[in-house]
């Protein structure tokens, strides 16, 4: 009887070690940043650099004119196409969508 119990005692204290160790390594995993938050502070950076007359909006030939720069930024080479090494010079990132925000 005595062995069983020692061995549910040492049970026990494994498994209240264990739970407390996992919640220390869970608590040390670093939180991803808001998406929302990152996508809003990346639209605020882009109508900064694109609203030319600052009046809080981008026209249309505001958005042509800012695309026009950025293509012949990228056009190292000035053959008026841009190739693959010159589109990997680019800082913008277009992300695959996942299954899952195709409904699938």
Do not use: C
């Not at 929302?36 to 600052?54: P, R, S, V, Y």
Request: charged share 25%.
């Amino acid at each position: 009887m005595k062995r069983r119990q020692v061995f549910a005692v040492l049970m026990g204290a494994a498994l209240a070690f264990a739970g407390k160790s996992f919640a220390q390594d869970t608590a040390n995993v670093p939180k991803y940043p808001d998406k929302l938050a990152l996508a809003q502070a990346n639209a605020k950076q882009l109508l900064a650099l694109m609203d030319t007359n600052k009046n809080g909006r981008i026209s249309k030939q505001e958005w042509m004119n800012f695309m026009s720069k950025e293509f012949d930024r990228l056009d190292t080479d000035h053959s008026g196409e841009l190739d693959p090494h010159e589109l990997l010079q680019s800082d913008v990132t277009v992300e695959r969508p996942r299954p899952s925000t195709l409904g699938k």
